[in-house]
């Protein structure tokens, strides 16, 4: 009965999560879209480059508040209060020190610029603090559906604003103002959408429970830091703000599967994992069906970018961003280890092996550190990106391999799980491009639409006869939910 109702529960969030995940692809799309026609490639520059000091701080001080959270099975209103008085401290802190050091750091980087974008987003830190661990409570127990509204309104009402704002100023100030209203927004409507768990407290017992995984945590934050900023830093710093630019625009492209599967599959496999985290055969079923689901969506894009990345460049931002379909196209390999990262993430954390994440994410980090300077140093920014690819994709490997031996899963059934979907998607690939050099096509927007019909076509005739088992487990976890 306990399995059933989690069951119900689960399929009924992933339900849920799959339209937020859309909705905000979508909106996201079409925000890269205008933004990128109103703006210029240095203006994307001059934000990720402020965005390196504050994500940085946020990084190297988040202690796991919301995996512990999730995670541990014996949560009370006391510990969320205190879990919520950390924040707070934590993000007034941030945005002090921010405030101080924002001088200093546009000077180290050699971009004035930074500075007013700098003073904007450094109440960031402070607005995500205040924010109300409610939701935290709503995503532990897999109740998605006001998780969705509040998510999809807020990403929806972000970008009226930085477009609006950036229609009248014409740089990276529109792009910070948008950034910093987002967060404000986000805080505000969480304590309309979530019940308030009561007011923060402060007991030096919780808190030391709070902090006794910060250990493991810190070194996982410090190497998201690096890899989600390292390359930006590195590309700024030897290439411009322009090229860092460039960068950030094809580096948003290439995560959109890897992001929209960590919005649906890995919000609900982590508190499922963490359920089932002493039922091995259930744990291994349930894995074994995330990873073919994710593959089956992340190998089908990158095949098909690594295709077309100049065609889709060009048809969403315009002529000004031609240089970024080279590095687009390099970016496939960050787009598959991450892709194979976010598949193990919620197993590895969801059953509490703190120590292997902690381990293999310095592994990665190095290696992710030596490959991009490299890259950048001696081919520029497809040389970055290559080197990037290179750090995610052995880390990724690495993790499978723990995640393989760990529940018994052999490694050449994942190696099934790969081959199926590349064996799916390749006729599709192979059609289209057949046709897009025999038809001549008067705007490129009906090439891409061209491209796009035709791989999807194929890949659904493919998978029907390839992947035919894991399609009735979809189908049947779909009436599933139309039942629950």
């Known amino acids: 009965m306990i399995s059933d109702t989690l069951g119900k529960i689960a399929a009924r969030g992933v339900g849920f999560l799959i339209a937020l995940a859309f909705a905000k692809k979508i909106i996201g799309i079409i925000r890269n879209i205008i933004l990128a026609r109103l703006l210029a490639p240095e203006d994307f520059g001059l934000l990720a480059l402020a965005l390196v000091l504050i994500q940085g701080m946020d990084s190297l001080t988040h202690v796991g508040i919301d995996n512990y959270l999730i995670q541990n099975d014996k949560i009370t209103d006391t510990i969320v209060r205190n ?3 950390l924040n707070i401290v934590r993000g007034v802190v941030l945005t002090l020190f921010a405030l101080v050091i924002c001088p ?5 980087i050699n971009e004035p610029a930074t500075l007013q974008i700098l003073w904007i987003v450094a ?3 402070f607005l995500d603090g205040i924010k109300n661990p409610g939701y935290i409570l709503a995503e532990r ?4 559906g006001k998780i969705s509204t509040y998510e999809i309104l807020c990403a929806f009402l972000e970008v009226v604003v930085v477009v609006v704002i950036a229609w009248f100023i014409r740089d990276a100030e529109a792009l910070a103002l948008g950034l910093l209203f987002g967060s404000l927004l986000k805080t505000m409507l969480s304590f309309f959408f979530f019940p308030i768990i009561g007011l923060p407290q402060f007991d030096l017992t919780h808190q ?3 902090l006794a995984v910060a250990k493991y945590f810190v070194v996982i934050a410090a190497g998201t830091l690096v890899m989600a900023q390292g390359d930006n830093l590195i590309i700024g710093a030897v290439e411009g703000s322009k090229s860092l630019g460039l960068y950030v625009i094809a580096y948003q492209l290439a995560l959109i599967p890897v992001l929209f599967l960590q919005d649906i599959a890995n919000r609900v496999a982590l508190p499922v994992f963490s359920s089932l985290q002493n039922e091995k055969e259930r744990l291994r079923s349930v894995l074994s069906d995330v990873m073919q689901l994710q593959l089956a969506i992340i190998i089908p894009f990158v095949l098909v970018l690594s295709v077309f990345a100049h065609e889709l460049i060009i048809t969403l931002y315009g002529d000004k961003w031609e240089e970024a ?6 970016l ?5 280890g991450k892709g194979l990262t976010h598949v193990c993430v919620p197993y590895i954390l969801g059953t509490g092996a703190y120590s292997f994440a902690s381990r293999i994410k310095t592994m990665e980090t190095l290696i992710f550190l030596l490959s991009v300077y490299l890259g950048v140093r ?4 497809t040389g970055a990106a290559l080197g990037a690819g290179g750090g995610y994709m052995i880390a990724g490997i690495g993790r499978v391999i723990f995640l393989c031996l760990d529940t018994g899963l052999p490694l050449l059934r994942f190696a099934n799980y790969v081959l199926r979907p590349i064996s799916a998607v390749l006729p599709g690939v192979l059609i289209a491009t057949f046709l897009t050099e025999s038809i001549f096509f008067r705007y490129q927007i009906a090439k891409i639409v061209a491209i796009s019909v035709v791989v999807l076509v194929c890949y659904a005739i493919f998978s029907f006869f390839m992947q035919r088992s894991l399609l009735c487990r979809l189908f049947q976890k779909m009436k599933q939910l139309l039942s629950c």
Do not use: D, M, N
Request: hydrophobic fraction near 55%.
């Open 104 to 108: 200093f750091y546009s000077q180290i």
């Open 325 to 330: 379909g080279s590095v687009l196209r390099a």
């Open 123 to 125: 109440f960031k830190p």
């Open 332 to 336: 496939v390999f960050v787009t598959l």
């Open 378 to 381: 001696y081919y520029g920014l």
């Open 141 to 144: 127990e897999i109740r998605f």
């Open 208 to 210: 030391v429970k709070l």
């Open 83 to 85: 879990a919520w008085f």
